[in-house]
């Protein structure tokens, strides 16, 4: 009975320690082993979030870090106007189509837009001081549907990077004024620029260049998805951004918007997807010519009908952001 005791003990011992070998051993096997692929998403979903870096900045230093990162980096700018893949001169009716799918790495929502006139971008009515939700952004808008936004800079020193939102980055446009730009003279953005006739463009444009393309709505943020029918290269930096909560905006060859939110970093709802897999979303699910990524993580969010119908990763509930794509 003894040695039997002793065996059983033995075998738990060695089932510990093995454990406890793979949790210490299996980050360097990753992080410097032959995993190319591997080793891009856990490095840029530890990056992108402001909580968890330490899982990568453990065990690699800022150097291998962006060497990592910037491994088969090519350019992500896309200069231009689109081309004439989008049709808007046909009928457009005013409904909007929900659609949900999901499989064992995120849970996705779809909103198609039949009029894309109705788009338009609503901002934090405390510019610099303090942001608003997506949520209330549509309600001051009487808006019907509603995702966040484009870029912001927050200023939080808060352990859980809550922050105020405030502070936007690149450029605001909303019913043709330009709300904020911290462009330069002939500095380009990236971001979606929606035209009086309801047209999406998407790319690198300098402020000037969104005034004489007639510009309605526009808001900054990256990289750009899918141009003039063509999935576009993301091998470079955008590539490397790992698995999160992801948002993007793209327009059907009919003119119709496509609205995507993404969940991600929960336990039971996935860790989210990729940019590669976000721009496949786009053109499978959402049939896009033109598409583009918005702002993503905790500011993942999709308001439909009076409620926020995704599951937010941020544990506080709906994250304080600078501007919002709204549905009139």
Request: glycine content about 10%; charged content about 20%; hydrophobic content about 40%.
């Amino acid at each position: 009975m003894k040695k039997k005791k002793k065996k059983w003990k033995l075998v738990i011992a060695f089932i510990v320690f093995e454990l406890l070998f793979t949790v210490v051993t299996a980050p360097f096997i990753l992080l410097y082993g032959p995993f190319d692929t591997a080793k891009r998403i856990y490095v840029g979903s530890a990056m992108t979030t402001f909580r968890h870096k330490y899982l990568a900045t453990a065990f690699l230093s800022q150097e291998k870090i962006n060497e990592i990162l910037n491994s088969g980096s090519k350019s992500d700018t896309v200069k231009g106007n689109n081309g004439s893949t989008v049709d808007i001169t046909g009928t457009h009716d005013n409904t909007i189509d929900l659609y949900k799918f999901e499989n064992s790495k995120y849970t996705g929502y779809m909103l198609v837009i039949k009029n894309p006139k109705r788009i338009k971008i609503a901002y934090t009515n405390s510019l610099y001081k303090k942001g608003e939700t997506t949520s209330q952004m549509a309600i001051q808008n009487n808006a019907v549907a509603a995702i966040n936004g484009g870029a912001f800079v927050d200023t939080s020193s808060s352990a859980n990077w809550t922050g105020n939102g405030g502070t936007p980055s690149g450029v605001i446009i909303s019913d043709g004024k330009v709300i904020f730009s911290d462009l330069k003279p002939g500095e380009s953005t990236t971001c979606m620029a929606m035209d009086a006739q309801g047209k999406l463009h998407v790319g690198s444009f300098t402020l000037q260049q969104l005034k004489d393309m007639g510009t309605t709505q526009a808001v900054s943020f990256g990289p750009v998805l899918i141009k003039n029918g063509k999935p576009l290269d993301l091998t470079g930096m955008s590539a490397s951004w790992g698995l999160a909560p992801r948002t993007a905006i793209g327009q059907r060859a009919d003119g119709s918007i496509v609205m995507m939110v993404v969940d991600g970093r929960s336990i039971v709802n996935g860790l989210g997807a990729s940019i590669t897999e976000l721009q496949s979303l786009m053109l499978t699910k959402g049939k896009c010519v033109n598409a583009i990524n918005l702002d993503g993580g905790k500011s993942s969010t999709m308001y439909l009908d009076g409620k926020i119908i995704n599951n937010l990763s941020n544990g506080l509930g709906e994250r304080y952001i600078a501007s919002a794509v709204v549905v009139k």
